[in-house]
């Protein structure tokens, strides 16, 4: 929470903060294809993450899905380091009514670490194409 | 018989096997050749070469084909051939499934995203389904083989395209490199050092003296090496400061000077290419002249008569006799049941699970085992075949790090015309869930930027029009391909693949050619052989 406030704070402060990756912005790019700005997803294809019992409940589980991904969901491991996912998941669980607790980082790391998700990737280590 | 493999492309099919298999047809039928490929762990799926040669007729039998995508509109061709009537039920007004090419015209609209009409010039077209078709994927070619779809060669491997890594670590990062820069380099250094180090006698322990001295001449051949003292110092097939050419000047040209090995190490740049290509990958490759939708047209011109678009399915229902699958006219509203003897269903699992079934719970739970890959491509109208005129560059693909970029694919047909469409980018998973995050003209922008640091001055001021898809939103598919994780192929893959009641399931998602159009019409081929057979045995 005390990093959210921060930011908040840097972004009213002006210019700097702009720079700085947000909870929505990386929600808006990393996620709001599929579920939308308006987290209400599209039915029939993707969930709605706005009043999901799932998103709002056990963060580890959430962390989880996100790192490892699920069903057509891509996983995040990958690409996303422990930070941004935490930022993100702690605007989905906070934005559009949904009021569960924030997620930290040190979370995301343990998650992490105990699932076997996959480490950060460096571009150069990236997989070939193979269709 | 028709389902030996082809013995010049599958070597490793003993030939015991394949006549013991003859013999059991021969003795059984096909039932009991199923059972003996079962009882000899091989899968009748393992690639084939025709269709299955079906005996007997299906007339008054009904086929319900779910889905005009390849493995429906293979089904449909097939099983009327022997009779039976197929109703094809598609919710799109066109037949090809995945199996489209955008040119002037095309509509695509991806949930949750803006319209777009490709505005391409006539005559240009990307391929932004399927766009490759490996020569051992002889299914595929099977059929355009049989409706005549002219192929031309589809370049996958250019030497003298560029790869070019921004994050490459130490001094190349950033640098523009011919592939052929990279592979002579990595190769005649790893050779130099290995055909020094068997020299000097450090690898005794592993090779005898015979041995020894056949693989020093092996890597002095392989890699350009002086047979003097083993040393690699370039070769001309890392191209020339000045090429060579007429008279004395240039002449003989002058040489190149190879990259620092610590450098090339560094950059890992030789990361891109393997001993070998992978088997899907390998030249030859083709593609049909003028769009790979060529296909699915060839398949439209013969059974779309039994198509019904723009129809949704709403429900399926496995009765004992029969199946009811209920739809719904897309233009009308108007609900009607279509029931046939049996059904074929060839929508995407992650579609299909979402759509309203009496499947068992074990069923349905296999229906969510599968993933399905996000996936990006972008088709690049640019003004000026510059990769051809300034840079020698025919086809092929340059290579890059940038984060959802990939590949820069040049086209592989109409050489040195006016105008030439690429491919921008292609990305999956994460990635592609971040760039169709974008519109159309962000994506295009995005595109854009990576070509530019490449080709400078000429990319982005050559630059026409775009057509782009992020294929897990769009309708009807939620995805590019399946993608099977360990624990899923072994356990929800063989339920769906055995299906349930009188349903089947077909499509590249019941292969293990996943994402390709030959494990659509393979998968087809399989399922309705069974289909087949159960019919005719009731």
Known sequence: ?131 | MSTTPNDALHPSTAPSRRDFLAKAVAIGGSGFLLASMKAWGMDIASTRDVPPELQGSGKGKTIVILGAGLAGLTAAYEMSKLGYNCKVIEARAFAGGRCQTARSGKVLEELGGEKQVCAFDQGQYINFGPWRIPFNHRSTLHYTSEFGVPLELFNNDNDAAYIYNDNAPGPLAGRRLRQYEVKADMRGYVDELLAKSLKGGAMDQQVTAADRDLLIDYLANEGYLSKKDLRYRGTDGRGFKVNPGAGVAPGPGVPSDPLAFSDLLQSRLGHFYHSVHEFTQQATMLQPVGGMDQIAKGFEKRVGKMIRYQTEVTSVRNLADKVEVHVKDLRTGAASVVSGDFCLCTIPLSVLRQIDTNFSDKFKTALQGAAYAPVCKIGLQMKRRFWEEDHGIYGGHVYTDTKGINLISLPSGNWQGKKGTLLGFYNFGAEAAEISAMSNRERADYALAAGEKIFPGHYRSSFDSAFSVGWHRVKYNLGGWAEWSEEARAQAYPVLVEGEGRTLLAGEHMSHLGGWQAGAIESSWQQIGRIHQRLSAA
């Open chain 1, 1 to 131: 929470m005390h990093r959210l406030v921060l930011i908040a704070m840097l972004a009213a402060a002006g210019q700097a903060a702009a720079q700085a990756p947000d909870g929505k912005t990386l929600f808006a790019k990393n996620c709001a294809a599929c579920h939308q700005v308006t987290g209400a997803g599209i039915p029939g294809a993707f969930p709605a993450l706005r009043g999901n019992a799932f998103v709002q409940g056990d963060a580890a589980a959430v962390i989880a899905t996100v790192l490892k991904g699920r069903g057509g969901m891509p996983a995040f491991g990958a690409t996303l380091d422990d930070e941004k996912i935490a930022l993100a998941l702690s605007y989905v669980r906070s934005a559009w009514g949904n009021q569960a607790g924030a997620v930290d980082a040190a979370t995301v790391q343990a998650v992490r670490s105990g699932s076997g998700a996959a480490a950060v990737t460096k571009p150069q280590d990236k997989g070939t194409i193979i269709h």
